[in-house]
Each structure stands twice: as C-alpha cells, then as structure tokens.
C-alpha cells in the first residue's frame, strides 16, 4: 500500500473520530440542558411555565409504546401529574390493549356507579392514588382501529342495503355516506371519542404508533421518549407549547 494512500484512509478515519465525538458531546449537552430545563420547571424557578393555559387542551391523548405500557408505576404517575395540572379528559392508548387490561376493572366498577350516564367510551377513574379532582379516562388499543372501521363500514352497508336510506320516493339512489355517518357509526360500535388536542408519544418511535386517524385531523403530536425516563417539566413544557401554537384549522 502507499504512503499517499495510507495517509488518506487516516486522515479519513481521524475525521470520522471528530464527527463522532462533536455529534456526540451536542447530544450530551443537549440531554443535560433538557434535564436541566425540566429541573427548574418542575421547582418553579421559570415563571413562564408557572400559569399554563390549558382552556384548549379539552382532549389530552397519551400513547404509549406496548412493550412499556407494563409499567403501570409510570403511568399512574403520569396520570397524577395530568389531574394535578387540571387534565379534565385523557384518552390511554398503546396497540396492544395491555393500559386497557389493567384499567378495566376500575372502569367496570365506575360504569355500575354512573350507569345512568353516557359512557359509551368512557369512565372516571377512581382507582388512582391521588386526591385530586376528577378527570375522565377512556382507554383504546389496536382493536379500535382497523377493526373500528371495518365494524362501522358493515353497520353503514347493512342499513343501506335494510332500506334505511331510500328516497321518500320509493326509489333507491346511490348511497352517499358522509363524514357524519361515519363519525355517528364510529360511536354505535364503540369506537367514537373525542378528537384530541394534543398526544403525547412515549415510546421510541415518533409516529403515533396506530392511534386511530381518523381522530387526528387537528391532533398536535409530541414525542416525549421512553416512558421510563418521563418528567414532569418535560409533560409542563409541552402543555407551555401547546399553548403557543396556532392552529387556523384549514381556513
């Protein structure tokens, strides 16, 4: 081998080096910023992050990765943190169904307690460890998206082949389904809810990892990592800028 060609291969590998230790002391310095930042948020030391607008945030979604959704510790904790804040509905997701698992018992108990009101896809939580005030949860897993919309487009094609959406004239048009149709067959087979307005994503992906889409047309989403390294400035933070964006809804 020649020496020209030996001195470029470790000039090339010297350049790797340094890339790799620049890209790598930003990203520790990134991290430590960010722990820093969710330290002084979560001890009240930034006054902007003290008095968070949550008027907008009517429908909170949190989706969380399957194989994390076992830690039931986190996620009760979240929970706590989100009543505190003054989260009035929270909608659980992870594709698995294993958050809808564990709190269906205390959503069973809550249905027997409320039986006279509309909780079609809904129960208060009572089998948290936290006093505070009330907040609606609603829990969905993967059955609730394809298999949703494959129940809902059976129920639309049953009524109009019943004759449920014939002309007054006795003679059958074309059928013509709406979004409303669709939305109100969504809720007839369990599968309506409220559009969220903001989810949150903890896991490893940055996708909404199969969260039904079609309660997602004016979803803000955020990644939030790993549910095992979850804080709360981090949850604070998000909420602060949630509330700064605009959102003109297509206008």
């Known amino acids: ?73 986190k996620i009760n904790q979240l929970l706590c943190w989100l009543k505190t804040l003054g989260v009035k509905y929270v909608c659980l997701y992870d594709i698995d169904g294993v958050l809808k698992k564990f709190f269906e018992p205390s959503m069973n108990s809550s249905r027997d307690d409320n039986s006279g009101d509309d909780l079609d896809f809904c129960a208060n939580v009572k089998a948290l460890d936290c006093s505070h005030r009330e907040m609606t949860l609603e829990c969905i897993s993967g059955s609730d998206g394809k298999e949703g919309i494959a129940k809902a487009a059976n129920l639309l094609c049953s009524t109009s082949l019943n004759g449920d959406r014939c002309t007054h004239e006795s003679v059958k048009s074309e059928s013509v389904f709406t979004e409303t149709d669709m939305a ?3 809720k007839s087979v369990g599968c309506g809810g409220p559009e969220p307005d903001l989810l949150l994503v903890y896991g490893p992906a940055r996708c909404h990892l199969g969260f039904p889409a079609w309660r997602l047309r004016y979803t803000e989403i955020m990644h939030m990592g790993p549910l095992k390294s979850m804080k709360y400035g981090a949850v604070v933070k998000a909420f602060y800028n949630f509330s700064k964006k605009y959102q003109n809804y297509g206008k």
């Open 1 to 73: 081998m020649s020496l020209p060609s030996t001195i470029f291969k470790l000039t090339l590998g010297l350049l790797w080096c340094i890339i790799h230790v620049v890209i790598s002391l930003f990203s520790l310095c990134s991290h430590l910023m960010f722990n820093l930042e969710c330290y002084l948020i979560s001890s009240g030391l930034l006054r902007k992050y003290r008095n968070l607008q949550l008027s907008r945030v009517k429908c909170l979604a949190i989706v969380v990765d399957s194989k994390e959704a076992n830690n039931t510790v």
């Open 184 to 186: 109100s067959a969504l």
